[in-house]
């Protein structure tokens, strides 16, 4: 499948990726955006599915998303918010790479096994960046997982203190210089 696939990072970082899973679970229903042709963005309600291994985007036969995908497989996921402005478990967002699946054996089987009516398009994340931002204290937290860097939290304080940035496996250090990149 894909380099930088769910398993991947799951191997790369099991806490932060049970964390993300979990938020994701919390709803069935989250946005996704992708590119029109012209290069503008399109936002679109999507479920998402994590299951062996991978990150499954499913979509509606034909559907502008996947139409989108299929020409730029550039997208944004964002978790569903929920209701009230609380949050307690912080905001998700994945970036990452499209790769549609068009093998009709695993189509069939991924179709069996989540009940999928046919036709319907298939497509599994090659990630780039998962980010999941919360509140800690006072702290405003953002953790960033990209497969390059590995895992990065920086905190920043509802003051004028400089964003702080966490030793890996760590508690807060050192000031970062420009900030979060949220």
């Known amino acids: 499948m894909t380099t930088n696939n769910w398993a991947a990072f799951e191997k790369a970082e099991p806490e932060f990726a049970a964390a993300v899973q979990a938020r ?30 991978e990150l499954w985007l499913g979509m509606m036969a034909g559907s502008l998303k996947a139409r989108d ?4 497989p550039r997208f944004a996921l964002h978790t569903n918010p929920g209701a009230g402005e609380e949050m307690p478990d912080g905001d998700v967002r994945i970036s990452g790479r499209a790769v549609e699946q068009v093998d009709p054996p695993e189509l069939h089987r991924y179709a ?10 298939l497509f599994h994340a090659d990630l780039t960046e998962v980010v999941h931002i919360g509140v800690e204290g006072d702290d405003l937290v953002v953790r960033t997982w990209t497969p390059a860097r590995g895992l990065r939290t920086i905190r920043r304080g509802n003051d004028d203190e ?4 966490d030793p890996p496996g760590g508690t807060p250090a050192d000031p970062v210089p420009g900030g979060p990149a949220s």
């Open 24 to 53: 994701f679970a919390q709803f069935p229903h989250h946005v996704l955006g992708t590119l029109r042709k012209d290069g503008s963005p399109r936002l679109a309600g999507l479920n998402v599915d994590i299951r062996g291994g």
């Open 69 to 72: 995908l299929q020409r730029d």
């Open 112 to 121: 069996e096994e989540t009940d999928t009516p046919h036709p319907f398009h």
């Open 162 to 165: 400089p964003p702080r940035e």
